[in-house]
Nanobody
Framework: QVQLVESGGGLVQAGGSLRLSCAASGRTFSDYAMGWFRQAPGKEREFVAAFSRDGRNTFYLDSVEGRFTVSRDNAMNTIYLQMNSLRPEDTAVYYC?????????????????WGQGTQVTVSA
């Protein structure tokens, strides 16, 4: 198993930046495809960005590409989501997730482990 703990959320004005962190414990996250999802009130959970299982490839939701960047620190077993040029529509609870059985997925139900989520609020 792997345990995931997100941090770094908060309140920011439109155009601002935040960096989310996801610390993994248990099995090393190099055994998993790692993703970020978000869920706004009244909406379904939405894929945001992900690393492939081998860590060589990254994937992004179209509306965040060019503004958000995923990175990883293997020594710290941590992945990050750098979010720039934030918009009010980015407001959501952001979740880190790990998928053990696939090389990559943008589908939430393919992910086996989830963090508790961190709130990101972007004011206009």
């Amino acid at each position: 198993q792997v345990q995931l703990v997100e941090s770094g959320g908060g309140l920011v004005q439109a155009g601002g930046s935040l960096r989310l962190s996801c610390a993994a414990s248990g099995r090393t996250f190099s055994d998993y495809a790692m993703g970020w999802f978000r869920q706004a009130p009244g909406k379904e959970r939405e894929f945001v960005a992900a690393f492939s299982r081998d860590g060589r490839n990254t994937f992004y939701l179209d509306s965040v590409e060019g503004r958000f960047t995923v990175s990883r620190d293997n020594a710290m077993n941590t992945i990050y989501l750098q979010m720039n040029s934030l918009r009010p529509e980015d407001t959501a609870v952001y979740y880190c997730a790990a998928a053990g059985g696939v090389a990559f997925s943008s589908t939430a139900n393919r992910y086996d482990y989830w963090g508790q989520g961190t709130q990101v609020t972007v004011s206009a």
